[in-house]
DNA sequence: GCAATCCATATCCATAAGATATCAATATCG
DNA sequence: CGATATTGATATCTTATGGATATGGATTGC
């Protein structure tokens, strides 16, 4: 019979008690039994623990040696239990998070500050790829969820609205359509366009599928990685750009937001994630992130 | 029903597994009762620690963070059973050791030193002191055994001969008394003697005490606190010492030992412990020094 | 020296760990 | 695609063991 916890929890008492009546009276249980769990624990450690003088108990060294050990292993059961639980209860854990620069200045980053905020003990870990990088990482479980712009149908994958985003068009103030009182699309067939490579961003490809659809091929006179960049460069009076509304919060002096009419054009942002049971972390983070949304953008 | 070991030893084995059936065979039980035991376990610690899709069985977030703590508990528990039975075994484990410095030199220290080699997992602590502190230090329970020439019979406390040694008398290579053949304790009436303080040696108060018995009260002309002091003196012609025989392994050109006839006096050296059960290590401790003084001086 | 404690021993009982049999669900394979 | 095998869960029974009660031997205090 291997050892138990409950010899040490037996044996603590004891040892603190220096007494088997007193500690059996503590522990809830008669005498003879403590005994004998105690006497069953000295023989599986092969040594005494105590003294018995049959009138006065002593820790032998063993027992002395035993009695730290004892207290540190019972804390640390203690400590697994508590842990385990936070942890199953959502309010602790690793939360790794895949987004692009503009998701995460769009507002992600508030969202994470809001979370960060409800749930201090939740380490989230932001990884700043590709959208294409991302899926992989998120089917070989080296992230939890993915905030993506057009998230692609991938077999494994499950993606949630997590926010709407109009795109806004971003033209220098001094533009010739600055003032023009309604825009569509099509207006822009012949501007020049400041954009991001599409290779990295399927933002960037689907503005140009829409403005085929609209009829013309986008001449894109700059390309950029940054989205943020965009907006100097347009400022500078270097073309036109089709930008997550979001980006308007980093505006300045020479440029211009305007909503194109009748757009289709969307920057929503997507959640993405693999399509099975997830912890509670990330399911909490889920449902805090609909919630966030939700309170931010009522309808 | 609280946690047990138990529950984290078949916990570990079907983290390892990630399966219950396969778990359940190395853990030499049927498959029903596991997963009773992972259920129990779960309900207990508030939380899943496997995901079972019923083909697929695998650790949650909280099982992942259970599982860490829950081998480094059963390895504690491990090593707690180790480390409580070498100490009981003696093997291991602290001793604190009484002793004089004249019983040191005297060959305490190579005693002490064959107890390392063959126990070099015990810890011992030597306190050098008078001998009326280190009863005093045994009967509060700050010292396990002491080396002591004569013994005072104390209650609660048993001494128990460490060694025999004989008194020898030392004096000048150029002492009128040195060639005389043979030498009684009577013969030392008229000498000068150098010799320890008596408060603090029961040694020094029964060399005199003897003399008296001889028919003579010893006429001290130095009292030195250091036994090893007494030879420089004695070999510079201050005067004679009764003192132990090991102290002779001190000796120079101008000094000389000499046994005397008929001598009663000893210097034999005791071990004093209290009269109660002892830790395995001082037992240890008692017989190896038992053996050791039997093999050095047979008979 | 008697009563009061304290731990150990002996015996009994109730609980819970484990075994057996079976089911539902899913992956494997012809 | 249906038959089969495999996996974990459920239900029921058996048995091992933790705990209770009664009692004894040893020591201390009055």
Redesign the pocket.
Known sequence: ?PI?L?HLR?FAV?AE????????NR??????????????LEDEVGAAL?Q??????RLTAAGDSFLVHARAILAQVDSARREAQAIGAGKTGRLLIGTTGSILRSGLADLLAAHRHEYPEVTSTLIEQAPALQIRALQERSSDISFIRLPPAVDGLVATLAWKEDVVLAMSRIHRLANRKRLVLRDLRDEEFVALVPESSDFARSIQESCVSAGFLPRVAHEVVDAQSIVGLVSAGFGVALVPASISRFTNREILFRRLAASTLSADVYIVRRDEEHSQVVRTFIEFSRKYAARRAPG
Chains 1, 2 share one sequence.
């Open positions: 019979m138990e409950r037996y004891v008690e220096l007494s088997f009546t007193a500690a059996a522990l809830r249980i008669s005498q003879p039994p403590l005994s004998q769990q105690i006497r069953d105590f018995r003088t049959s009138r006065r108990v």
